[in-house]
């Protein structure tokens, strides 16, 4: 089966450092992968996706890099912010309409 | 935010009740989902509509019934639920169209506590 994981389930950071983030997959398939941001109470929100044709994609403050070698992805957040305090968590997708998410992981920003 | 709309926000039930969660997107989309987020676990993917038509059901427990009158509407009608289906339900939607690997929206979620 699909197993998406984080290596780390906390993380603290002081504001105006770079945070990394990162996920494990399992199936070497999988050619889509989406990393969402939950904030307490609310949903997830969508902040970037990448395809396996690449390996590195940026938005704005974000960076995803995507190693299918070892089958790892990591988010990377430029100059966090308090308002980055979040559940982050990845999601992979295979050609199908389902995709497998992570656990998460507890981002905390420290002022 | 605005995109995908769910209510009730919280609800508490027993598990005799009968109860409903309601979601309407308005991005224009035509699938359709709803998870369960327990805490601590990934989220699982319980129903998927494309065009209205049910095109997944992940082995979900017959308590749980979905509906889906049309695109922008989803319903999951709750009955003798047990203290272990309480947990955060998120409804999502995507364009839908057969495409495939589409970006999902999620909505706020119903936080459902079963007594």
């Known amino acids: 089966g699909e197993s998406v994981g984080l290596h780390l389930p906390t993380l603290s950071v002081q504001e105006g450092d770079n945070s990394i983030i990162n996920c494990a997959y399992s199936n070497s398939a999988s050619d889509y992968f989406i990393w969402y941001k939950q904030e307490s109470g609310k949903g997830p929100q969508f902040i970037i996706d990448i395809r396996s044709n690449m390996d590195k994609r940026q938005g704005q403050r974000v960076t995803v890099l995507l190693n299918k070698t070892v089958k790892h992805l990591s988010l990377q957040i430029a100059a966090t912010q308090p308002g980055d305090s979040a559940v982050y968590f990845c999601?992979?997708?295979?050609?199908?309409?389902?995709?497998?998410f992570g656990t998460g992981t507890s981002l905390t920003v420290i002022p | 935010e605005t995109g995908v709309t769910q209510t009730p926000r919280h609800l508490v039930m027993g598990m005799t009740n009968k109860k409903s969660l309601k979601c309407e997107q308005h991005?224009?989309?035509?699938?359709m989902y709803w998870y369960k987020q327990s805490a601590k676990k990934p989220l699982e993917l319980m129903f998927v509509?494309?065009?209205?038509?049910?095109?997944e059901n992940n082995s979900v427990p017959s308590r749980f019934s979905p509906e889906c009158p049309n695109s922008s509407h989803l319903f999951l009608h709750l009955h003798t639920l047990q203290p272990e289906d309480s947990a955060l339900y998120l409804c999502a939607s995507s364009q839908g169209a057969g495409r495939i690997q589409e970006t999902q929206y999620f909505g706020p979620g119903t936080r459902l506590l079963v007594l």
């Open positions: 509509y494309n065009f209205k038509e049910q095109t």
């Open positions: 999601a992979e997708n295979n050609f199908g309409n389902q995709f497998y």
């Open positions: 991005l224009g989309h035509n699938a």
